[in-house]
Every structure is written in C-alpha cells, then in structure tokens.
C-alpha cells in the first residue's frame, strides 16, 4: 500500500517515537512503524474514515442534532455518555485518519509487550491480561460488549486517546497514576470517571 507526503511524515514521527520512547533499535522500529501505518491506514479505509473532510465533524453534529437513526449517532451517544464532548469530535476528525489509528496501533502495541514481559516475570495469561486491563487504555467500537469486566471497563472511543495519551497515560506507568488506578476496576474505568467529570484535562 502507498502512502502520501503525509503519511510518509506521520511514519516518521512514528518511527522517532518507536526509538527514542519504546526502546526500539532503528531497524526494528522502521519496520513495526511501517506495519502498523499500513494496519491503520487500512482501518481508516475499512472504517469510511479515510476521506471524508477534516470538517465532518459538522455533518456528525447535523445527524445528532436531527436524532438521525444512524450507526454513527448511536456510536457518539454511547461515546458522550463516557464523556466525550464536542472539542473531542471535532479534534478526532481534524486529525489525519492515519494518524488517529496510528495512535490506537501503538498502544495496542505498548500493551502487547507490557503483556510479553508479564509472562516473561512469571505471570500466568490470566494475571497478565488483568494487569494490562487495570493499568493500560484500550480503544475501540464504545457498542462493543465485552465478554469480560462491567459496562465502566469497556472499550474506550477513539476520540478520548488524545487527552489520555496528552493527560494521564504514561510509560513506564507513573507511582501517581499506579496510586490512582488502585480505586478502579480498569485503566478505562479510570478515563471514564475522569472525562465525565471534567478531570480530562484539554487537548
């Protein structure tokens, strides 16, 4: 799949995040860079995000605001309800399809080898799935129903990643925010207490 000048930009930046944060070597870090555009590339396209204008934001507002009977409305009154609001909406959609995906890829990708290493000090799959769960976002489809943990643990919507990822998430996993997720079942129970409360912090 080929990518365009932005694209190329964004696996760049990717690439210097992959080394200088994750702890990749060059090589390594080009080639998961370049799996993982492609994987979020494909995403955006599969998803119909891949596209539309950087203004869609206005038509999602129209639908709502018009109680359209729509995949979409439904997805972003769940999305609300976990306190998504309309800055959040608006940054998603002006934000490059690629790179909003690109965001979801990595962390994806921080929680597989956080998991890795668990199993690596002796964890069992099941006590490292729980720790990945209780100190580590996951995104994706709010409607999704999970097999697993109560309606708060649920995946969180896309939209939310840049203020968790700007305001709350960090790696190596701080002692402040250890100490604060000791008070919830899930890392996404956790954003989800802080976005409906306006403790999100901003873009």
């Known amino acids: 799949m080929r990518l365009d000048r932005n694209e190329k930009a964004i696996l760049l ?13 060059l090589r390594t870090a080009k080639k998961t ?10 995403i955006a396209i599969n998803e119909g995000f891949y596209g539309l204008p950087p203004d869609y934001w206005k038509e999602i507002f129209k639908m709502e605001k018009e109680n359209k009977d729509d995949y979409r409305t439904k997805r972003y009154k769940r999305a609300r ?8 909406i608006v940054y998603f959609f002006e934000t490059h399809p690629v790179e909003r995906y690109m965001m ?6 921080i929680n597989i080898n956080a998991k890795i290493t668990g199993l690596k ?23 999704t129903e999970l097999t697993y943990g109560g309606e708060e643990d649920r995946l969180l919507p896309h939209e939310l990643i840049f203020k ?14 250890k100490d604060n997720l000791k008070k919830f079942s899930s890392f996404n129970a956790y954003v989800r207490f802080l976005a409906r409360n306006d403790k999100l912090g901003t873009i």
């Open 13 to 25: 930046s990717y690439i210097n995040t992959y080394t200088n944060t994750l702890g990749m070597d």
């Open 33 to 42: 860079a370049k799996i993982n555009i492609i994987i979020s590339k494909q």
């Open 81 to 88: 309800q976990d306190g998504v609001k309309d800055e959040d």
């Open 104 to 109: 979801n890829e990595t962390q994806s990708l």
């Open 121 to 143: 000090e002796g964890q069992s799959s099941e006590e490292s799935t729980r720790f990945i769960r209780k100190n580590f976002p996951s995104y994706g489809d709010p409607l």
């Open 164 to 177: 968790v990822n700007k305001n709350i998430f960090s790696y190596p996993i701080s002692d402040k925010l």
